[in-house]
């Protein structure tokens, strides 16, 4: 915004303040911060741009947890306080749902579902997402074996995998693939009755999503 001299020393400081950092932090060098700090600074920048939308890319993924729950929590603050929106990419489900209001599930390019987080989050859900589900961390003894036992042979399942020309991206590796129409034809968009345009691609219909949602 092309401000100097003491304008921008005070701009700087402001940004500092913003994401709960002292004035001094603008001498130091990025040696001499701790990760969390660092992206502090990393925020304070984006913001120092006064942007309408920010992509927050993996934003707490080198973080461990105690530091990324209070990056978030920054996060969330600066949102109600600021009126920026962000596009939030992320493979954490429990970050998505604590800071998004809408998701897109993606799988190698292709979009998979997309609603509200109430929505996308409570069945049915697309296959991919139902995976996704199933691999958050679970605290009982028998997770880890159930998770294993309902993906059957399919040892790949989880891979991103490379992007299709044609049918459906994620049918080499669905548990509900229909053989001979998900190799050739797109699945169609499925709406969800009642919601909040929540919309499910996929050749199934809403009632056997359902079904492989409960079981």
């Known amino acids: 915004f092309g401000l100097k001299g003491k304008q921008r020393r005070e701009r700087v400081e402001e940004l500092l303040a913003l994401v709960e950092l002292p004035a001094d932090f603008a001498d130091r060098f990025p040696r001499e911060l701790s990760g969390g700090e660092k992206q502090r600074v990393a925020i304070a920048r984006a913001f120092g741009a006064e942007p309408d939308v920010i992509i927050c890319d993996e934003v707490l993924s080198s973080l461990d947890n105690l530091v990324a729950d209070t990056i978030l929590k920054l996060l969330k603050h600066l949102k109600e306080k600021l009126g ?20 897109i599930v993606m799988f190698a390019g292709c979009v998979c579902e997309e609603g509200s987080v109430a929505e996308v989050f409570s069945p049915p859900y697309h296959p991919y997402t139902s995976l996704l589900i199933s691999s958050v961390p679970e605290l009982r003894q028998d997770w880890l074996n159930d998770v294993l036992e309902s993906r059957g042979a399919r040892e790949d399942l989880g891979g991103a995998g490379a992007p299709l020309d044609v049918g459906c991206a994620f049918r080499t590796r669905c548990p509900l693939v229909v053989e001979g129409v998900c190799e050739s034809v797109s699945p169609p968009a499925r709406e969800i009755g009642g919601r909040s345009h929540h919309v499910v691609y996929c050749h199934r219909e809403i009632d056997e999503l359902t079904a492989a949602s409960e079981k």
């Open 84 to 103: 920026s929106g962000y596009l939030f990419i992320s493979h954490d489900l429990a970050t998505v749902a604590s800071i998004a209001d809408r998701v």
